[in-house]
């Protein structure tokens, strides 16, 4: 069985199968769901009548007015006797049955309620309906789209990457037809419940959180992320409308300090070795401190070091800013940065140029364009975040024949098969095509190709006045006469 089998959420896992890593999770699972299957179905069969009993129509209110002894009490810890229980799944319905009970429910309408929450709520809603009808299944109608696609274009008004997802319509069911099934409807379960539980408290959780609140049940964190992406689909929101977010990686450091929604005031500069890209939605605004650069960097150590050697206020090129989305950025990383691209001074809209200084090797290019022009798995979210003023600084070939060859030898390394098969499968994309908006990535990655060559940030450090001095130098030219002073602030 193929890994990403069970990485799409729509797709039903064979349970008879002994394999390792999230499918492995299915085996004990398999037990625990076959074991507890009669016993969720006499649940279910018995809330109906308690339901048709109540006399009250209103799904949600006749939940919340169970029993105790049928569902567990407000407030109770999730069970954690077995990760597809019908103890959890009950758990579940306590949770939101209570939390649903909200003003706009009884009767007091509120035109500003979330439509997220309102969304949320009306399916749990429907699994009231389910038992008041004497029906045996419950159901979510759900939208999954593929991560790939071929038909994969280039918005030229934003420079980011569209594609036309293959949305495919899908049910998960309990009990459903297989134990797969019953465990993906458990999971969505406990997902909806913790989205509407942030939504409820206006608070911002990450995928991570997620995760562990429930690890015996999700099993592999690519689970958790996937489930996210389709309740995103299926209620056609931005996965941040959902208040949850990947755990930040990016780290950041420079002339600037913004202010927090909750009024909090953070400055760039004092954290030596930087500090954690925040999100942009909880900032209130952002101050450029005589900013004349920014440079986005690939890799940690490199970062760190000149985070730590106060490149960014001692460089002759002026006042900078300092960011690393560690390798490929997150989410967080490329919004934070699409954020500073729009900040413009006001007497003239000048915004603070952007540089890259990546590896001269294909990830490198491809780290660049992820910037640029977003990635194809978030091609939803690419407008939105993509940083089309972004500018490549370097390593570049030139840049290979510009030093001692004999010392830089030692920093070049031949291209792997894998880079090689990512530089030609680069090569086809619309963004490296001849006609295309990345005519010089082309022409980078060709080179690497025919001298089958790349080399690493490091090989700069070994040079004449070490990285700092070259960095300087290229800013300088590529900055040209120095801008007016002063200080941005943004709203």
Not at 44 to 63: E, F, I, P
Not at 360 to 369: C, K, M, N, R
Not at 407 to 430: F, I, N, S, Y
Request: proline share 5%.
């Amino acid at each position: 069985m193929d890994i990403g089998d069970v990485e799409r959420f729509g797709t039903d896992p064979d349970p008879g199968r002994t394999t390792t890593g999230i499918a492995g999770d299915l085996q004990p699972l398999a037990e625990d769901t076959a074991l507890n299957s009669d016993l969720m179905q006499e649940k279910l069969t018995n809330d109906q009548h308690l339901l048709q009993r109540s006399g009250n129509s209103h799904g949600s209110a006749a939940a919340h007015n169970l029993p105790s002894q049928r569902l567990p009490p407000e407030g109770a810890p999730v069970p954690t006797s077995g990760p597809s229980g019908p103890e959890t799944l009950m758990w579940t319905f306590r949770t939101l049955s209570v939390a649903s009970a909200t003003p706009h429910q009884q009767g007091e309408k509120n035109s500003t309620i979330n439509p997220v929450i309102l969304k949320i709520e009306s399916i749990f809603e429907s699994f009231c309906d389910v038992m008041l009808e004497d029906r045996q299944e419950l159901t979510v109608p759900m939208k999954t789209t593929s991560r790939a696609s071929n038909n994969q274009t280039l918005d030229a008004e934003t420079g980011a990457i569209r594609s036309d997802p293959t949305i495919q319509a899908i049910d998960v069911c309990f009990p459903g037809k297989s134990v797969g099934e019953a465990w993906r409807f458990t999971v969505l379960v406990r997902i909806l419940e913790l989205i509407h539980e942030a939504l409820m408290h206006n608070v911002t959780t990450t995928k991570r959180d997620i995760y562990y609140k429930d690890p015996s049940l999700f099993g592999d964190q690519r689970v958790v992320d996937r489930c996210v992406d389709d309740i995103a689909c299926t209620f056609d929101v931005q996965r941040s409308s959902l208040n949850v977010v990947a755990a930040a990686k990016g780290l950041m450091v420079g002339c600037f300090k913004f202010g927090g929604k909750d009024g909090t005031v953070i400055h760039g500069s004092l954290a030596e070795e930087g500090m954690l890209v925040p999100n942009v939605q909880e900032i209130q605004w952002i101050r450029l401190i005589d900013v004349k650069w920014i440079l986005v960097i690939e890799k940690e150590a490199t970062f760190r070091t000149l985070a730590v050697n106060g490149f960014y206020k001692t460089s002759a090129a002026g006042n900078g800013i300092l960011l690393t989305g560690k390798g490929y950025p997150d989410i967080l990383t490329r919004a934070f940065l699409r954020r500073l691209s729009t900040i413009t001074l006001q007497s003239n809209q000048v915004r603070t140029p952007i540089f890259a200084l990546l590896d001269f090797d294909p990830y490198g290019v491809a780290i660049l364009s992820t910037y640029k022009h977003g990635s194809i798995n978030l091609a939803h979210e690419n407008a939105h975040i993509n940083v089309p003023s972004i500018r490549w600084l370097g390593l570049k070939s030139a840049d290979l024949c510009a030093g001692d060859s004999a010392q830089d030898e030692q920093c070049l390394l031949g291209l792997t098969a894998k880079d090689r098969r990512l530089a030609v499968k680069m090569l086809g994309r619309p963004i490296f095509a001849e006609d295309g908006p990345g005519k010089e990535w082309r022409r980078e990655l060709q080179v690497m190709l025919m001298l089958n060559m790349k080399a690493e940030i490091q090989l700069l450090s070994g040079r004449e006045g070490g990285l700092e001095n070259w960095l300087e130098k290229k800013l300088l030219t590529e900055l040209g006469p120095g801008p007016i002073k002063s200080d941005i602030v943004a709203g």
